[in-house]
């Protein structure tokens, strides 16, 4: 079956409203499913007390989330391209804010969890489908990178705006506002993506050939490799349920190379990886977030553990990053478009590494203007690198591939994530560790008195953590620095994303 869609003609250059509300129609979305992912944490420990389990056990509620989310990311691009974008768009939003409302009447954690799988599902339609959709309804090169800057920008946004909306109300309310909250706007997205968002596939294939092996195989490897990262500090790194998750892990992906290279549709078309701005860009996203987000996601626990910081306070903090980001992503977008993006990402990783390093001498005498100033600092530089970034990772590929394409781009920024929380939680424990052993060695101490020693033991493993976190901002900034190394090998994208590529019929081209 064909289904031709005729986008309305639209002169170069011009200013066109409808564009403009697919775009806002599109960070609704993105924006409600982000900062879900970032709000319910708050609201695990009134989860604990509600249903009587652990902190262990509530660790599921996040872990099965992000196991599911990582899955269904390429699964679903594939889909799009295959049954068409806009219905299955619709079917994520809708899907989502259902079970949010069940996630949110849930009595149990096996309800619960089953809920946030749902969730994750759902919302992992979003990414692939949304950078299609923007794609299709940008004509104009220099509009369509200031679109993808402003959506771009949605995700750092959301992580900053959750702690500030999930803490009033978590404490206002109770830890079932955080799941009702997407209600209201969930029916706001739904209807503006019902009623603006064009279909952008001209050719529907039908799911007759979609890659249903290679699809479960590839759920086995991230699903694995998600779960040793989130667990294998607690088994031990060198454990056997950490060494037997990892090679389930390696074998399954080694399974699924094979299994993709035989495949009428591939649910990860391997071709893409012999487009070079392609492929470095996958390793320049990935090193930049396996830094950032490993480094950033311990501020909070500093914050509240040692300078008593309570949620919403720590909300507040992320304010001038959320300020930030925005100008600095639409800044960043303007000039990819008057310069190669090679040198707008790099200047803005190394800002961003700059930023990360002055935060490796933090200490319990920083004030919250001191912490807010340099979050700000960070995200000029991280804000810049989004549209680049993520516009050179999809200008080569053909049109009708995005979906598939930018589905890969968030499946390597999830598990880089995911490998910067677990390198950098366990650069945090060792480094305390050892620090606590040299402030032992060069402390003298010349008292007997039971009060006064621990005292001084207190304060001599004060001093180890925050050592330890001075370390993990250092390493937090290498990391991103190798990020912008790694940039400078992207070549120059002047030409209008996709406009070639979108001539192309499926197959054409990268062979």
């Known amino acids: 079956m064909v289904k031709t869609v005729s986008k309305k003609s639209t002169p170069r250059g011009g200013f066109h409203p409808h564009e403009w509300i697919i775009l806002i129609t599109v960070?609704?979305?993105?924006?409600?499913?982000?900062?879900?992912?970032?709000?319910?944490?708050?609201?695990?420990?009134?989860?604990?007390?509600?249903?009587?389990?652990?902190?262990?056990?509530?660790?599921?509620?996040?872990?099965?989330?992000?196991?599911?989310?990582?899955?269904?990311?390429?699964?679903?691009?594939?889909?799009?391209?295959?049954?068409?974008?806009?219905?299955?768009?619709?079917?994520?939003?809708?899907?989502?804010?259902i079970a949010s409302v069940f996630a949110g009447l849930s009595t149990s954690l096996p309800q619960m969890?089953?809920?946030?799988?749902?969730?994750?599902?759902?919302?992992?339609?979003?990414?692939?489908?949304?950078?299609?959709?923007?794609?299709?309804?940008?004509?104009?090169?220099?509009?369509?990178?200031?679109?993808?800057?402003?959506?771009?920008?949605?995700?750092?946004?959301?992580?900053?705006?959750?702690?500030?909306?999930?803490?009033?109300?978590?404490?206002?309310?109770?830890?079932?506002?955080?799941?009702?909250i997407n209600v209201p706007f969930g029916i706001v997205a739904t209807f503006m993506a019902w009623r603006f968002i064009e279909e952008p596939v001209q050719k529907i294939k039908g799911i007759k050939n979609f890659d249903v092996f290679g699809s479960i195989i590839l759920g086995l490897a991230l699903g694995s490799l998600v779960y040793v990262l989130d667990q294998g500090q607690s088994w031990g790194w060198t454990s056997f349920n950490s060494i037997l998750t990892f090679l389930v892990s390696v074998s399954s992906f080694i399974l699924f190379i094979f299994i993709e290279k035989r495949q009428i549709e591939p649910v990860v078309d391997l071709k893409f990886f012999k487009i070079p701005e392609f492929t470095i860009s996958m390793i320049a996203s990935f090193i930049t977030f396996m830094g950032l987000i490993g480094g950033l996601f311990l501020l909070p626990i500093f914050v509240q553990g040692y300078l008593q910081y309570d949620v919403t306070k720590t909300g507040y903090l992320f304010i001038p990053m959320a300020l930030g980001m925005l100008p600095a992503a639409q800044v960043g977008a303007r000039l990819s478009i008057k310069y190669q993006p090679r040198y707008v990402v790099a200047a803005g990783l190394i800002w961003a590494s700059f930023a990360l390093f002055l935060f490796s001498g933090i200490d319990l005498t920083w004030s919250f203007f001191h912490l807010a100033l340099l979050l700000f600092a960070l995200a000029l530089g991280l804000g810049m690198t989004f549209a680049p970034l993520t516009n050179a990772a999809?200008?080569?590929?053909?049109?009708?591939?995005?979906?598939?394409?930018?589905?890969?781009?968030?499946?390597?920024?999830?598990?880089?994530?995911?490998?910067?929380?677990?390198?950098?939680?366990?650069?945090?424990?060792?480094?305390?560790?050892?620090?606590?052993?040299?402030?032992?060695?060069?402390?003298?101490?010349?008292?007997?008195?039971?009060?006064?020693?621990?005292k001084i033991a207190y304060l001599m493993a004060l001093k180890a953590n925050i050592v330890s976190f001075n370390t993990v901002f250092l390493a937090a900034s290498f990391v991103t620095f190798l990020g912008a190394i790694s940039a400078m090998f992207l070549k120059e994208t002047s030409s209008e994303m996709g406009a070639a590529a979108s001539k192309m019929e499926p197959g054409e081209g990268m062979m």
Request: aromatic share 12%; hydrophobic share 55%.
């Open 113 to 180: 969890i089953i809920f946030r799988i749902l969730q994750a599902i759902t919302v992992s339609i979003d990414y692939p489908l949304a950078l299609s959709i923007i794609a299709f309804t940008f004509e104009d090169k220099a509009k369509r990178a200031q679109a993808m800057g402003l959506w771009s920008a949605v995700f750092g946004v959301a992580a900053v705006f959750g702690p500030l909306v999930g803490g009033p109300l978590i404490d206002t309310f109770s830890w079932r506002s955080v799941f009702y």
């Open 394 to 454: 999809i200008a080569k590929v053909p049109m009708h591939e995005v979906g598939v394409a930018s589905s890969v781009l968030a499946l390597f920024r999830n598990i880089a994530g995911a490998f910067g929380v677990a390198i950098f939680a366990t650069i945090l424990t060792n480094s305390a560790n050892s620090a606590i052993f040299d402030v032992q060695k060069y402390t003298v101490i010349n008292t007997t008195d039971p009060a006064t020693l621990a």
């Open 27 to 97: 960070m609704l979305a993105s924006f409600l499913g982000r900062l879900d992912g970032t709000v319910v944490n708050l609201a695990l420990p009134k989860m604990i007390s509600d249903f009587g389990i652990t902190v262990s056990q509530a660790s599921w509620i996040s872990t099965a989330y992000i196991i599911a989310n990582a899955i269904f990311v390429p699964v679903f691009g594939k889909l799009g391209d295959l049954i068409g974008k806009k219905p299955l768009y619709l079917f994520g939003i809708v899907g989502f804010v």
